[in-house]
């Protein structure tokens, strides 16, 4: 391997490290920290004048935001994401007209080599 394969594995490593630290931390705001609240509230025989109803919304909500840190974080699904929105509003955006090569989901191919040393 040479150096330039090193760096885009390393910037790789970077992105999914990122993604997985904030994947990990969802589930211990949206989930354990709310539910571990009650818990110990009413083990120590606390009254909280609060409506609980909000613990369920988070835990149906998790798995709504789960996916986006890594739609966000990594690098490569980001610029996909944003190709395929880009490509719905201009659909959109032209009344409803059909779906034409040079307009709407084709994307050209690069033979361009990608600089991923600046991540």
């Known amino acids: ?3 330039y394969d090193l760096n885009i594995d390393e910037c790789v490593y970077t992105q999914l490290f990122h993604s997985l630290l904030v ?3 969802l589930p211990l705001i949206l989930m354990y920290l709310p539910t571990g609240i009650v818990f110990i ?7 909280l004048n609060i409506n609980f109803g909000f613990i369920g919304y988070t835990i149906a909500i998790y798995p ?3 996916p986006f840190p890594t739609i966000f974080i990594i690098k ?3 610029e ?5 929105l880009r490509s719905i509003l201009i ?9 034409s090569q040079n ?5 050209p191919v690069s033979v361009n080599p990608v600089n991923y040393a600046s991540c």
């Not at 659909?91 to 779906?99: D, L, S, Y």
């Not at 307009?103 to 994307?107: A, E, G, I, Q, S």
């Open 1 to 3: 391997m040479d150096n």
């Open 23 to 25: 994947q990990s931390t």
């Open 41 to 47: 509230f009413t083990m120590l025989n606390i009254e």
């Open 64 to 66: 709504a935001i789960d």
């Open 76 to 78: 490569k699904y980001r």
């Open 80 to 84: 996909r994401c944003s190709k395929i």
């Open 91 to 99: 659909f959109v955006g032209n009344n409803n007209k059909p779906i």
């Open 103 to 107: 307009t709407v989901f084709v994307t």
